[in-house]
């Protein structure tokens, strides 16, 4: 049996709508990626914060899909442990889009002047937010198709990329405060390092969450 307990429409509804909104969330932080790489490649303020209406534009489909997947949770015919796993789940998902639109909000409309000694740096954190993102998705998938084994797997290695990130944002914060800036600006530029950071953690977040539901699953 797998991971949901049941079989049958209900299960592939949820599956589905579920899917939907990991589209979702997975355009959000695609598009996070392409206005703060549009910053470090020099746009202007102004093309930035179209690309900021855009974000929003993609998190507020992801919220949309999340408010429709957890109708069909609380009316469905899943058992009620696995209603509640999945819906924290759901929510954790959305606070990695909510997550995204925040770096990106605070990045333009705070106006914030990351020094370019940092932007390499930045741009190899966003590749390794990416691949963290693409394994996410991968052990929700899993999940979704009740393979236990390969879910917890996979969250492993949610686990292992986030603590790789946290070693980015470390040597970030690090080299941000040793250069020769007004103490206003580097901080503001670390908040905004801090918010990047949120995604990749709130991403490990979901990967704990699935390996909790996994386990109740299986003391079942």
Partial sequence: MGVFGLRGRAVAKVRDLVQEHLHWVEETLSAMGQAVEAYLGGERWEVLEERAVEVHRQESRADDARRVAETALVRGALLVGTRRNLLDILDALDIVANNAEA???????????????????IRDFLAGLKEEWKILRSAVEAFLAGNAEETVRLCEEVDQRESFLDGIHRRLIMRLFSLELPLAEKIQARDFLNQLEACANAMEDVGDLLTVAVAASLSF
């Fill in 103 to 121: 770096a990106v909000d605070f990045l333009v409309y705070q106006r914030v002047a990351v020094p370019e000694i940092l932007h390499p740096l």
